[in-house]
């Protein structure tokens, strides 16, 4: 997914840059956001800046645009 770290205020950000997790029924899903894009110094971070990954039961089931469907 890249080695992309950026600086912020209150110091670096590596990845993955932000987790959610939830459970639907006996599913568990992580969601995992990977920053692909270097940003601006100090600017604030966009998950458009990110791609995300979707894990069901600690196995891949999508990434990119295919995980807003399990998101929602």
Known sequence: MGAYSSKVHSG????PWKVEAFS????????????VTPHRLFGPIHESQ????????GILVAWGQNAEAFVK
């Open 24 to 35: 639907r029924g006996d599913d568990s899903y992580e969601v995992l956001y990977y920053l």
């Open 12 to 15: 670096p950000i590596s990845n």
């Open 50 to 57: 990110a791609t995300s990954i979707v894990l069901k039961n």
